[in-house]
């Protein structure tokens, strides 16, 4: 299994413009997450989707966007570029049974992208 | 809100110490915690996850405990070695009071080096 796969790994945006991350696992989880992690921080929640279809806010969603077709695609999409989205960009999965995201989430190699 | 806060930031000690690194987070609502590790430009590894019925879990030299009502977990790490060096990200799945969770909470980290 690969688990979870992100591209591109780096990226270098101007003000702007837009642009997608995609996220991929082969894992069968019905759980995705993106999150964002800025120097010196701790990663913050900007979607999470519990499953095809469902998708909801995290912590820091303004400026971003996301849709889950399928069980295994779960794309980023930024409109609008800023300096302030200059960031690493994590996707993580998880399975749970029931209604409650209980067991280890995995994450993926990172996005590293920088708005000029 | 949920506030997860690692103390120390950082540290340094030489190879072959047994350590301690201090998780505490605000609000004791939560599922479970995880321990992850960070390598420098790479992704999160999870180390230990730990439900909110457990008081530990172990692995290999790693064992991290977790104390709900107060708050507070701790990793220990035995017999420490250079490979050992990574940052360390402690991590909350806090519950909702209708039930269901979004991602998980973050600290910012303890920047731990291992001298050999």
């Known amino acids: 299994n690969a688990g979870v796969t992100q591209t591109p790994k780096f990226r270098i945006l101007k003000i702007g413009q837009s642009m997608t991350l995609q996220c991929t696992q082969d894992m069968n989880h019905n759980y995705m997450y993106w999150y964002r992690q800025d120097p010196g921080m701790g990663l913050k929640l900007i979607y999470y989707?519990?499953?095809?279809?469902?998708?909801d806010k995290g912590e820091v969603p303004n400026g971003y966007n996301v849709s889950r077709s399928t069980t295994e695609d779960f794309p980023l999409r930024l409109e609008l570029a800023a300096p302030s989205q200059t960031s690493v960009y994590f996707c993580?999965?998880?399975?749970?049974?029931?209604?409650?995201?209980?067991?280890?989430?995995?994450f993926g190699p990172g996005t590293r992208l920088t708005v000029l | 809100k949920q506030e997860v806060t690692q103390i120390p930031a950082a540290l340094s000690v030489p190879e072959g110490e047994n350590l301690v690194l201090n998780c505490s987070f605000t609000?004791?609502?939560?599922?479970?915690l995880q321990w992850f590790r960070q390598d420098p430009g790479k992704g999160l590894t999870s180390l230990l996850l730990i439900q909110s019925s457990q008081r530990e879990q172990t692995s290999g030299r790693l064992n991290a405990s977790l104390d709900k009502s107060s708050g507070r977990s701790t990793l220990y790490i035995a017999a420490s070695q250079p490979g050992d060096s990574a940052t360390y990200l402690c991590a909350v799945l806090r519950m909702y009071s209708g039930g269901g969770a979004d991602g998980l909470t973050f600290g910012k980290g303890t920047h731990l080096i291992i001298q050999p």
């Open positions: 989707s519990v499953g095809a279809g469902i998708t």
């Open positions: 993580a999965s998880s399975y749970s049974g029931g209604m409650e995201p209980r067991n280890t989430q995995y």
């Open positions: 609000d004791s609502a939560i599922y479970n």
